[in-house]
């Protein structure tokens, strides 16, 4: 079973913290690269945030969101976390976690697999 399972989404006031899991199938994990994208009302999904899968856990996050966001993973959880601090209302979207293969990591058309979504609100 492929499957990704996206939580810990909710309200929070501007300048509050969230972390995000996304749990994944074990075949997944271990095989893919793992990212977090978002797509808020009239906007297309873009990239948050990616971490590799080999030995290196290297990451990388758009700049909006660089020095406020961090991803991790947990490979004997099979789950990739994203640690979001001092939030914004211009980071309310729905954050959708994906697997990948190909490049480039920072486009969505690079990942065949994609969890539900979880909203994050943020007020000001």
């Known amino acids: 079973q492929e499957q990704l399972v996206e939580s810990g989404g909710g309200l929070v006031q501007a300048g509050g913290s969230l972390r995000l899991s996304c749990a994944a199938s074990?075949?997944?994990?271990?095989?893919?690269?793992m990212s977090w994208f978002r797509q808020a009302p009239g906007k297309e999904r873009e990239f948050v945030a990616t971490?590799?899968?080999?030995?290196?856990?290297?990451?990388d996050y758009a700049d909006s969101v660089k020095g406020r966001f961090t991803i991790s993973r947990d490979n004997a959880k099979n789950t990739v976390y994203l640690q979001m601090n001092s939030l914004r209302p211009e980071d309310t979207a729905v954050y959708y976690c994906?697997?990948?293969?190909?490049?480039?990591?920072?486009?969505?058309?690079?990942?065949?697999?994609w969890g539900q979504g979880t909203q994050v609100t943020v007020s000001s």
């Open positions: 971490v590799t899968k080999g030995i290196g856990r290297n990451t």
């Open positions: 994906a697997a990948g293969q190909r490049a480039p990591y920072y486009s969505d058309t690079s990942y065949g697999y």
């Open positions: 074990g075949r997944l994990f271990s095989n893919y690269f």
